[in-house]
């Protein structure tokens, strides 16, 4: 029977092996996205870096990922994600013009 992880505002990666980061993040941000969260905080560990850029590069082209930074403070050990407020539309293309109505 598979856990159930509370869905908060802070997600800590360490847990996880490296190959599983991409599908858990995307998990975890639609989570947080359908709980309303609109900021969150990703805990990747400094290390080498190795970490931060997978997440980062996740969340580049992610369709609910607003904006990114390093989160202040953590020494570049977290990523602090803005979500869309509402659910973009997939896929991404031209809004109808009133011709197109």
């Known amino acids: 029977m598979p856990h159930e992880i509370p869905i908060t505002a802070e997600f800590d990666l360490h847990s996880f092996q490296p190959r599983d980061i991409p599908s858990v993040v995307e998990e975890y941000l639609q989570a947080a996205h359908e709980k309303g969260f609109r900021d969150v905080r990703l805990i990747h560990g400094r290390g080498i870096g190795v970490q931060r850029a997978t997440v980062q ?6 369709p609910l990922v607003e904006s990114f930074h390093d989160a202040p403070n953590s020494h570049l050990g977290a990523t602090v994600v803005r979500l869309h ?16 109505e």
């Open 57 to 62: 590069r996740l969340l580049k082209s992610h």
């Open 85 to 100: 407020h509402e659910r973009p539309r997939y896929p991404k293309g031209p809004e109808p013009g009133p011709e197109q």
